[in-house]
């Protein structure tokens, strides 16, 4: 991980989550009550199932809430206007075959002060 480049990538990484409206309220909306505590008991079945339709966010979600591979051009148009060959310099994630997988843990956090982001290494 390039700590510098990770933290030069915030602002514009920070316009694609806003844009995508990944944020807790609506990462919630997306899955519904089921797929968020199936979620929350380690059953990611449905939310993955929920997600594959749903757009960027939907990418977002598989991404990094779900630690899914997913196809390189849907994860660059989920990041825009981050390209994915920053994300991977970077080290928020990596190649893995023909697609793109999570190398950090992204999470939408509810802070009561409007969207913000948890950011950290993922669970071993």
Same mark, same amino acid.
């Given at each position: 991980?390039? =700590? &510098?480049?990770?933290? %030069? ?16 309220? +609506? *990462? =919630?909306?997306?899955? @519904? ?7 929350? =008991? %380690? ?9 594959? @339709?749903?757009? &960027? ?11 899914? +591979? ?6 660059? !148009? ?7 060959? !920053?994300?991977? !310099? ?9 697609? *793109?997988?999570?190398?950090?843990? #992204?999470?939408? #956090?509810?802070?009561?002060?409007? %969207?913000?982001? *948890?950011? %950290?290494? #993922?669970?071993?």
């Amino acid at each position: 991980m390039d =700590r &510098d480049l990770l933290l %030069s990538l915030c602002p514009a990484l920070r316009t694609a989550l806003i844009r995508c409206r990944y944020d807790l309220d +609506t *990462v =919630r909306e997306l899955l @519904g009550p089921e797929a968020h505590a199936a979620l929350g =008991r %380690s059953e990611p079945v449905p939310a993955r199932r929920v997600a594959r @339709g749903a757009g &960027d966010l939907g990418v977002l979600v598989r991404l990094f809430l779900l630690q899914d +591979t997913c196809p390189e051009d849907e994860v660059a !148009q989920a990041l825009a206007p981050v390209t994915t060959e !920053q994300a991977v !310099q970077a080290g928020l994630v990596e190649r893995d075959g023909d697609g *793109v997988r999570a190398a950090l843990d #992204l999470r939408p #956090l509810d802070a009561g002060t409007g %969207s913000r982001w *948890v950011l %950290s290494d #993922l669970d071993g």
